[in-house]
């Protein structure tokens, strides 16, 4: 017999929105998700000029589904205001905590969103789970080399919506998904 799948992940597209954003850094603003390092964003079609889609001040994008898409930066230069290894990650609460033992399977899509001042494409992006909600008045290192699932690819595509996806065993009662690139500069390539 076929089980069937649930999302564990609430609101996965971000179009469940408090309200539209009108700048940047706002991706508090979509319904269970949070800000764990700088300052990620949300863009939707509601939104003014700057956080629009599919036009705003990244890259001219439609949403892969919907009519919202996150933004967070996968890498910033050594030498850059924020240091070595900084990361924007986003962050959500799970449904229900994952079953230890149980296989999971992963997806999301993501788009390079190339601009003459925020030009570095990355590889790594990938997905953390937690045991614990994260604190999301701090930001947050999550650069520990080791999410669940991640893309070795550096994403270069500025067109077309890239899947990155993997299994994973549960090994903990995980309660909490984060998003973003989680190695160190020195294991990233650009």
Not at 5 to 19: G, H, I, T
Not at 72 to 90: H, K, M, Q, V
Not at 109 to 128: H, L, W
Request: proline share 6%; aromatic share 12%; glycine share 6%.
């Amino acid at each position: 017999p076929l089980k069937a799948q649930m999302n564990l992940v609430p609101n996965p597209s971000f179009e469940d929105v408090a309200f539209c954003p009108n700048g940047l850094g706002q991706i508090n603003l979509a319904n269970y998700w949070n800000n764990h390092g700088i300052t990620p964003d949300l863009f939707c079609q509601c939104s003014p000029s700057g956080v629009n889609v599919p036009d705003n001040v990244l890259n001219y994008q439609f949403a892969n589904s919907n009519y919202c898409m996150a933004g967070l930066i996968t890498f910033i230069r050594a030498n850059g205001p924020s240091g070595p290894d900084a990361r924007e990650y986003i962050g959500s609460e799970l449904i229900q905590p994952l079953v230890i033992g149980t296989k999971y399977y992963f997806s999301c899509y993501i788009n390079y969103a190339f601009n003459q001042t925020n030009n570095v494409a990355s590889n790594k992006f990938g997905m953390k789970l937690l045991t614990n909600i994260l604190d999301t008045s701090a930001n947050i290192i999550l650069t520990d080399n080791e999410p669940m699932v991640f893309s070795d690819s550096i994403i270069t595509d500025t067109l077309s919506w890239v899947k990155i996806q993997g299994s994973f065993l549960a090994d903990s009662a995980y309660v909490y998904i984060a998003l973003g690139n989680f190695f160190v500069d020195n294991q990233t390539d650009t």
